[in-house]
C-alpha cells in the first residue's frame, strides 16, 4: 500500500459530527486548541458481510435490517470510520488521570463505540442494555485479562487497564461478530474518526512543536506521519491507497 500524509495549520470553524453506526450525531465548534483532520481511503471498498444473528433469537428481533460485520466502513468523499490517531513525541510527563470514566455498551448486540481509547487507570464503565446474556471479555498482551458474564439489561461494571497498551481486543464470547479495539495510552492527545474520517485531537497543553502521528485501522494496519502545531493548533489529513 502507499501512504500520502499532509499536514498544515487548521481554521477553527463549525463541524458537525455525523451518527457513526447508531450513536447520535454531535453538533461541536472545533476550538483553537485542537488538532483535525479527515482519514480517507481510496480504492475498492469490498462489501460487507450479513452475520448469523440465529443463535440469539434477542438479536435477531432488535435488527431486523440485520447486522454486517466490522471492516472498512468509508463515508461522505471516501473518509473512513473507526481509525485511531495518538500523537507521539509528546512531553515525557505524568498526566493526570480523567476522573470521568470511559464507557463501552453493549446495545443491539455490537459494542458502543466499536474503537476507543482512555488514558492509563482511567475508569472503563462497561453497561450491558441488552434484555440477553453478554460477556465483556478483554484479551491484552500487557494488561491483566478479564471476562465477566453480564446477563441482565441494566447491568454495569466498572474495569481499568493499568500498563499502555495498543488495539486492546474485546469481545463476547456469546456473540462472536461483538468486537471492539480499546487504546490505553500515558497521554491525552488521542482520537477516532467519526463515520465520515473526520476527527478532532485536543491539544491542550501540549507546547508548539513537531510531533509524530501514529494511526491505525483494524483492517489496514497502522500508519505514521508528522505535524506541526503552532498556536496550540494543528491539521492532519491521511489517505490509504489500495
Same mark, same amino acid.
Given at each position: 500500500m502507499i *501512504?500520502?500524509?499532509?499536514?498544515a495549520l487548521v481554521v477553527t470553524s463549525p463541524m458537525a459530527v455525523p451518527a457513526l453506526l447508531g450513536e447520535e450525531p454531535t453538533e461541536h465548534v472545533l476550538t483553537p486548541a485542537s488538532m483535525s483532520g479527515v482519514i480517507t481511503f481510496d480504492g475498492e471498498v469490498p462489501e460487507l458481510g450479513g452475520l448469523d444473528l440465529s443463535p440469539d433469537p434477542f438479536c435477531v428481533d432488535g435488527n431486523p435490517a440485520g447486522l454486517r460485520e466490522h471492516g472498512l466502513i468509508v463515508g461522505a468523499d471516501g473518509g473512513?470510520?473507526?481509525v485511531f490517531i495518538q500523537l507521539t513525541g509528546v512531553p515525557d510527563e505524568k498526566y493526570d488521570t480523567p476522573d470521568e470514566a470511559?464507557?463501552?455498551d453493549?446495545?443491539?448486540c455490537r459494542y458502543f463505540p466499536?474503537? *476507543?481509547?482512555?488514558?492509563?487507570?482511567?475508569d472503563i464503565k462497561i453497561l450491558n442494555s441488552d434484555a440477553t446474556l453478554h460477556n465483556i471479555h478483554a484479551v491484552p498482551r500487557e494488561n491483566r485479562e478479564f471476562n465477566v458474564g453480564m446477563p441482565n439489561k441494566g447491568m454495569e461494571i466498572e474495569k481499568t487497564f493499568k500498563k499502555v497498551?495498543?488495539?486492546i481486543l474485546i469481545k463476547c464470547d456469546v456473540h462472536p461478530w461483538m468486537k471492539a479495539y480499546a487504546f490505553c495510552l500515558e497521554h491525552p492527545y488521542f482520537a477516532v474518526?467519526?463515520?465520515n474520517g473526520k476527527f478532532e485531537l485536543r491539544t491542550a497543553g501540549l507546547p508548539d512543536g513537531d510531533y509524530g502521528v501514529k494511526i491505525w485501522h483494524e483492517v489496514l494496519g497502522t500508519a505514521t506521519g508528522e505535524v506541526s502545531v503552532s498556536g496550540g493548533a494543528a491539521s492532519f489529513d491521511h489517505e490509504w491507497k489500495e
Amino acid at each position: 500500500m502507499i *501512504f500520502s500524509i499532509v499536514a498544515a495549520l487548521v481554521v477553527t470553524s463549525p463541524m458537525a459530527v455525523p451518527a457513526l453506526l447508531g450513536e447520535e450525531p454531535t453538533e461541536h465548534v472545533l476550538t483553537p486548541a485542537s488538532m483535525s483532520g479527515v482519514i480517507t481511503f481510496d480504492g475498492e471498498v469490498p462489501e460487507l458481510g450479513g452475520l448469523d444473528l440465529s443463535p440469539d433469537p434477542f438479536c435477531v428481533d432488535g435488527n431486523p435490517a440485520g447486522l454486517r460485520e466490522h471492516g472498512l466502513i468509508v463515508g461522505a468523499d471516501g473518509g473512513l470510520a473507526n481509525v485511531f490517531i495518538q500523537l507521539t513525541g509528546v512531553p515525557d510527563e505524568k498526566y493526570d488521570t480523567p476522573d470521568e470514566a470511559v464507557t463501552i455498551d453493549q446495545r443491539g448486540c455490537r459494542y458502543f463505540p466499536h474503537v *476507543f481509547g482512555m488514558m492509563k487507570r482511567q475508569d472503563i464503565k462497561i453497561l450491558n442494555s441488552d434484555a440477553t446474556l453478554h460477556n465483556i471479555h478483554a484479551v491484552p498482551r500487557e494488561n491483566r485479562e478479564f471476562n465477566v458474564g453480564m446477563p441482565n439489561k441494566g447491568m454495569e461494571i466498572e474495569k481499568t487497564f493499568k500498563k499502555v497498551e495498543d488495539a486492546i481486543l474485546i469481545k463476547c464470547d456469546v456473540h462472536p461478530w461483538m468486537k471492539a479495539y480499546a487504546f490505553c495510552l500515558e497521554h491525552p492527545y488521542f482520537a477516532v474518526t467519526d463515520e465520515n474520517g473526520k476527527f478532532e485531537l485536543r491539544t491542550a497543553g501540549l507546547p508548539d512543536g513537531d510531533y509524530g502521528v501514529k494511526i491505525w485501522h483494524e483492517v489496514l494496519g497502522t500508519a505514521t506521519g508528522e505535524v506541526s502545531v503552532s498556536g496550540g493548533a494543528a491539521s492532519f489529513d491521511h489517505e490509504w491507497k489500495e
